[in-house]
Nanobody
Framework: QVQLVESGGGLVQAGGSLRLSCAAS????????MGWFRQAPGKEREFVGG????????YYVDSVKGRFTISRDNAKNTVYLQMNSLKPEDTAVYYC?????????????????WGQGTQVTVSS
């Protein structure tokens, strides 16, 4: 497993941008696909997007496609979530997670390392 720490959350107005970071330590970061998830109050945790081990392939759910971008810097052991054109419905705690494998994303239960989460609040 790897240890993950998210940062970069905060309060932003609708239409604004935030960039979340997820710093990894422990086992070889480049061995892992990385995913971003979010959980709003009273709702289940949902997948936002993922990126493969090399950063060459990313996948996004429809609700964020065209607004969010995932990237990674394996030299810095860090994955990023750039969020643009934020909407109030994007308000949630955002988590990064790691899964061993070469695909850009996996089912939630395949992610075996999770960060503590960072709060993103979008005001209308």
């Amino acid at each position: 497993q790897v240890q993950l720490v998210e940062s970069g959350g905060g309060l932003v107005q609708a239409g604004g941008s935030l960039r979340l970071s997820c710093a990894a330590s422990g086992r070889t970061f480049s061995s892992y696909a990385m995913g971003w998830f979010r959980q709003a109050p009273g709702k289940e945790r949902e997948f936002v997007g993922g990126i493969n081990w090399s950063g060459s392939n990313a996948y996004y759910v429809d609700s964020v496609k065209g607004r969010f971008t995932i990237s990674r810097d394996n030299a810095k052991n860090t994955v990023y979530l750039q969020m643009n054109s934020l909407k109030p419905e994007d308000t949630a705690v955002y988590y990064c997670a790691a899964a061993e494998g070469y695909a850009p994303y996996y089912p939630l239960y395949d992610y075996d390392s999770w960060g503590q989460g960072t709060q993103v609040t979008v005001s209308s």
